[in-house]
Nanobody, 121 residues
Framework: VQLQASGGGLVQAGGSLRLSCAAS????????MGWFRQAPGKEREFVAA????????YYADSVKGRFTISRDNAKNTVYLQMNSLKPEDTAVYYC???????????????WGQGTLVTVSS
């Protein structure tokens, strides 16, 4: 599976962005998908995950209620809708795929290249 993340950019605090992650391969619909982020000088952290069917989701406490993960298996794409953005959300965001299919926070077998989100105060 190859993953291509996009949709990052510069936004003011309180604003919104939607990240997309396009996947190649016919097995996308059987994979669980996750979003992670890495802020400057910090370790990579889990953000959100969604099961293969989209029926289960899981969020880090820091984004719960503000971010929404979803997927469109017909388009081989997973999304991360980010609302009420805060400066502390500034990071490179990565999408990842796990062949197990159920929601997990780690480990993930396949990773995209990352897209930068910058939230100004």
């Amino acid at each position: 599976v190859q993953l291509q993340a996009s949709g990052g950019g510069l936004v003011q605090a309180g604003g919104s962005l939607r990240l997309s992650c396009a996947a190649s391969g016919r097995t996308f619909s059987s994979y669980a998908m996750g979003w992670f982020r890495q802020a400057p000088g910090k370790e990579r952290e889990f953000v959100a995950a969604i099961s293969w069917s989209g029926g289960s989701t899981y969020y880090a406490d820091s984004v719960k209620g503000r971010f929404t993960i979803s997927r469109d298996n017909a388009k081989n794409t997973v999304y991360l809708q980010m609302n009420s953005l805060k400066p502390e959300d500034t990071a490179v965001y990565y999408c990842a795929a796990d062949p197990v299919g159920v929601v997990v926070t780690e480990p993930y077998d396949y990773w995209g290249q990352g897209t930068l989100v910058t939230v100004s105060s």
